[in-house]
């Protein structure tokens, strides 16, 4: 098993630029998850998604669009990229047998650089 | 709404002495609480997580946690540094029932250095 995959790992992008960072998992998760990752702010969540055509926002969502079209895929999509959303980011997915015990599971990150 | 609170952005310790890294979680219903591990460009991997079977959490390579509801705390120990424990760790909780329980508030992280 792969586990979660992300594409691509680095991107540089220029302000106003668009892009879509996918995401992967091969464990047949229902649950999968968008984080973006400052220095010395921790983990914040952009959208989840529960299911196959479902999404929610996060704590932090302006400015991006998630798809969840295939249980197994996870798109991140960026319209109109700014200097803020310089950021790692983190995909990530879990069941939902164990209830809320249950661990995510993450993928390696995507280091994104907007100019 | 829930929140992890990790007191020290950077913990150095030397190699073979106790590495103590603090959580605190606020929360007015049984928490679910997590210790991830991020070793440098790499992403986050469970070191263990507190399910109430027991106060006393064992997790991977060593680390353990104890809960301890008096105190609101999880605190991360392990009683000998290894130079391979050099990483960030975050303490993280999960929100309450339903949908919403398996969304993870994360803690701000702390980066812990072990020093030869």
């Known amino acids: 098993n792969a586990g979660v995959t992300q594409t691509p790992k680095f991107r540089v992008l220029k302000t106003g630029q668009s892009m879509t960072l996918l995401c992967a998992q091969d464990?047949?998760?229902?649950?999968m998850y968008w984080y973006r990752q400052d220095p010395g702010m921790g983990l914040r969540l952009i959208h989840y998604s529960v299911g196959e055509g479902t999404t929610a926002k996060g704590e932090v969502p302006d400015g991006y669009n998630v798809s969840r079209l295939k249980k197994q895929n996870f798109l991140l999509g960026l319209e109109s990229a700014a200097p803020s959303q310089t950021s790692v980011y983190f995909c990530?997915?879990?069941?939902?047998?164990?209830?809320?015990?249950?661990?995510?599971?993450f993928g390696p990150g995507t280091r994104l650089t907007v100019l | 709404a829930q929140s992890v609170t990790q007191l020290g952005s950077h913990v150095s310790v030397s190699e073979g002495a106790l590495v103590l890294l603090r959580c605190n979680y606020s929360?007015?219903?049984?928490?679910?609480l997590f210790w991830y591990v991020q070793y440098p460009n790499q992403g986050l991997q469970l070191l263990l997580k507190?399910?109430?079977?027991?106060?006393l959490v064992k997790g991977i390579n060593g680390f353990e946690a104890e809960f301890k509801k008096s105190e609101t705390s999880f605190h991360l120990t392990k009683p000998s540094a290894h130079m391979r424990d050099a990483a960030e760790y975050f303490c993280a909780v999960k929100m309450g029932s339903g949908a919403g329980s398996y969304q993870l508030t994360f803690g701000k992280g702390t980066k812990l250095s072990v020093i030869p």
């Open positions: 507190y399910t109430s079977a027991a106060t």
């Open positions: 990530a997915s879990s069941s939902t047998s164990g209830g809320p015990y249950n661990e995510q599971f």
């Open positions: 464990m047949n998760h229902e649950y």
């Open positions: 929360s007015s219903v049984p928490p679910y």
